[in-house]
Structures are given as structure tokens and as C-alpha cells.
């Protein structure tokens, strides 16, 4: 005996009783059989309910296709006989606007562009539908939305049809299906139609607003991500708060917010190029400054970062007959080598056996390497040692 679906006729159904056929042990879990259900398992791009069996969590729902029956993840083992299920009404109205959303979206996109619906996601966020192209521009974006929401606001017909196999090739479906039998559509009136055991409502209205939130690529296809419902409200207020702050951040009106923050945007790049500048003066100096001892500058600092260490050695090197030995503590103990152009010393060959010696990652060229991660009690350490390398091969 197959679980009875009651969600595929009442999608609005959210109690109901049934009796246990058999109890699964699924570890520190069990799953249970009904004779019949409300709750919808996860398929089809949409998640599954949750609730409570006889006030008992629902942790999980899902179809077993072998038996064609679904199972319940409850933590514990409920009584025998009649149970009492409650869905998760929030959970389930929530999952009906994304999911029908979706299919008025993708017909959006079917009407306007020719483009069809490869596949649909129901996120806990965000949903997705992932279209056959290489890329979606904003303008198209905007009017596969206005399509959308305009069905919406017509408040159409929503209705669920059984459909024999056999008469399917006339149904003209948005969508071929390689399901057999009797086939469950979900007709928006003048719309759409498509296969589908999903859970949705009764008119367009109760969708509410749809929004395309982004556009990516995945998979060598175009990816919208979009919201409908409660949830374009939640994002309004959110999005609405974070301007808001930005705009009181930048001292400007709400709507001006866009080209004040370019405004501090630019100025804060022209700040870093005139501090990188500076830096880099100060390096010259550094450089110019460093004490080179029988051919050998050897420098241990805190805190300094990889990439000025890299820049310091640079400078150094550019001196004649210099093999420049650096570290840096700061959060991991890090070292770059460097030898001026008419050096003969290997630095990656120093390098590799300093690794060897303290541990880390690394390497580099015979001029310059960089390692990072080693193990020593202090720079001091590693620089002592690289130093009799490089005096060895000097």
C-alpha cells in the first residue's frame, strides 16, 4: 500500500490523522509510515514540510520511490494506531508563493525570450531557475519581472488537473515530463501548465510580489535568483535599513545614496594610491638605509605583511653583490629571499632547505622565494640559519 498524498488536493491542508503502517530504525532517528499524509517531501526542486506527529518534531520527509511510500524523520517512535499531524503552516504558505512564483516566472521567461526552465531550486532565502543562455541583460530581467507580477496582480485561477498519459502530447505543457500514469498539472489559467507535485495556491494574488534579486552563470547557464511573498517584504525592510544607515554613514538622502558613496568610493582609491606611493618612497629609503654586511641584509620584523617584505627584498636586491634574507612574524612566521642580479646564489635552493630544517610552505625562483608557516622560536632562528647557507654557497 502507497501513502496517500493528501497535499496533491489540498495543498491547504494542515492537520490531519492517519494511522502508522510500519516504523522504520534509522539510527538515532525514526522514520515513519502513514497510510496517508499532508506533509510534502522534499522533490522537485521544493523542500520538505515540517511539523510535529502527535507533538513530536518532524525532522526530515522524503519519498521512498522504491515503495512509493514517504517517509517521516521523527526523534522518536510514536504510539501505534491513529497519530495526529500538524504542518508548519508559515513553512508550507511559504514554500506555495516561491513555488508558484516560479512557475509564473519561468513562463515569463518562455513568452517573452523562448527561453525555457532547465531547473528550479527552493532555497531557504533564495530561490533560482537556472535558463539556457549565456547571459540575462537588466532590461530582460525587468521585463520577465513586469510579465510576472502583472499575472499576479489578475489574480488568475490556480487549479490542479489529472492528466492521462496518453493525452498529454495535447495538454500543451510548458515542459515535456517523463512521468507515466496519470499526471497531476498545475494550470494557471491562461498562463501556464505544467507537470508538477508541488504544493501552490489557489489564485495569483496570494504569490504576492515577484523580484529577480540577481543574475549569475552556473553551469554554462544564465541563473536568476529571485523571492516572491512575505519574502520580497522582508528583503524591502532589510535593504531599506541597510540604505538607510549608509545614507546617514555618507550624509545624504536615501535616494542620492548611490552617487555619494561612489563619491567616497573615489576618493578613498585616490587615498590608497597616494598611500601606496608614500610606502613606497619610505621603502626606497628603507633600502637605501639597510645595512649589508660582506653581501648579506638580514632583517627580522613583526607585522610587516608578505607583500611588503616581497617589496623591501626587491629594493635591497637591486644593490650589486646582495643576497637579501627577510622575515616576518605576524600571524604565522613568514620568509622572502632575494638576490641581486649578479649574485650566484640560489635563494630557492636556500629556501628549500630551510624548509626542511623549520617546516612551512614555499618556494620560488634561484632571485627570489617566499615561504610561510615555518617553526621556529623566532625570526631570528631561520635567518641565522639561511645566513650560513648563503655564506656557504657565496
Not at 138 to 167: K, T
Not at 249 to 254: E, G, H, I, K, N
Amino acid at each position: 500500500m502507497k501513502t496517500e498524498r493528501l497535499y496533491y488536493d489540498e495543498p491547504y491542508l494542515l492537520e490531519f490523522d492517519a494511522e502508522v503502517v510500519e516504523t522504520l530504525d534509522l539510527g538515532d532517528r525514526v522514520g515513519v509510515i502513514l497510510d496517508r499524509t499532508a506533509f510534502y517531501p522534499t522533490s522537485g526542486g521544493q523542500p520538505n514540510d515540517t511539523g510535529t506527529i502527535d507533538g513530536v518534531a518532524l525532522v526530515d520527509c522524503y519519498d521512498d520511490e522504491k515503495s512509493g511510500n514517504i517517509i517521516h524523520v521523527v526523534a522518536e517512535k510514536p504510539r501505534s494506531g491513529r497519530v495526529h499531524g500538524q504542518v508548519d503552516a508559515a513553512r508550507r504558505t511559504d514554500h506555495r508563493q516561491q513555488h508558484s512564483g516560479q512557475h509564473v516566472l519561468s513562463q515569463a521567461f518562455v513568452e517573452l525570450f523562448g527561453w525555457a526552465t532547465v531547473s528550479f531550486h527552493l532555497g531557504a532565502v533564495t530561490c533560482t531557475i537556472d535558463l539556457p543562455v549565456d547571459s540575462i541583460s537588466s532590461d530582460q530581467a525587468a521585463s520577465a519581472e513586469d510579465l510576472a507580477n502583472r499575472i499576479v496582480q489578475e489574480n488568475r485561477a490556480v487549479s490542479i488537473r489529472y492528466l492521462n498519459q496518453d493525452n498529454i502530447a495535447e495538454a500543451g505543457l510548458r515542459k515535456a515530463t517523463e512521468r507515466t500514469g496519470e499526471i497531476r498539472v498545475i494550470d494557471i489559467s491562461g498562463f501556464d501548465r505544467s507537470a508538477c507535485g508541488g504544493t501552490h495556491v489557489r489564485m495569483t494574488h496570494e504569490i504576492g510580489p515577484i523580484l529577480i534579486t540577481g543574475i549569475s552563470r552556473a553551469k554554462k547557464q544564465a541563473r536568476v535568483e529571485f523571492i516572491c511573498g512575505n519574502r520580497v517584504l522582508r528583503h524591502a525592510r532589510e535593504a531599506n535599513r541597510a540604505l538607510e544607515t549608509i545614507s546617514q554613514t555618507v550624509s545624504s538622502s536615501l535616494f542620492d545614496t548611490p552617487s555619494a558613496v561612489a563619491a567616497v568610493w573615489g576618493d578613498l582609491q585616490q587615498a590608497r594610491k597616494r598611500i601606496e606611493d608614500l610606502e613606497s618612497r619610505l621603502l626606497d629609503h628603507e633600502a637605501a638605509a639597510f645595512q649589508v654586511k660582506d653581501g648579506l641584509a638580514l632583517g627580522a620584523f613583526r607585522d610587516r605583511g608578505i607583500e611588503t617584505l616581497k617589496l623591501l627584498a626587491a629594493k635591497i636586491a637591486a644593490r650589486p653583490a646582495t643576497v637579501v634574507l627577510l622575515a616576518d612574524q605576524s600571524d604565522q612566521l613568514r620568509i622572502v629571499f632575494a638576490r641581486s642580479a649578479d649574485s650566484v646564489v640560489d635563494v630557492s635552493a636556500i629556501l628549500k632547505k630551510t624548509i626542511e630544517q623549520f617546516g612551512g610552505r614555499g618556494g620560488g625562483r634561484p632571485n627570489v622565494a617566499q615561504a610561510g608557516g615555518l617553526n621556529a622560536l623566532s625570526a631570528e632562528t631561520i635567518l641565522e640559519f639561511a645566513a650560513k647557507l648563503a655564506r656557504q654557497a657565496g
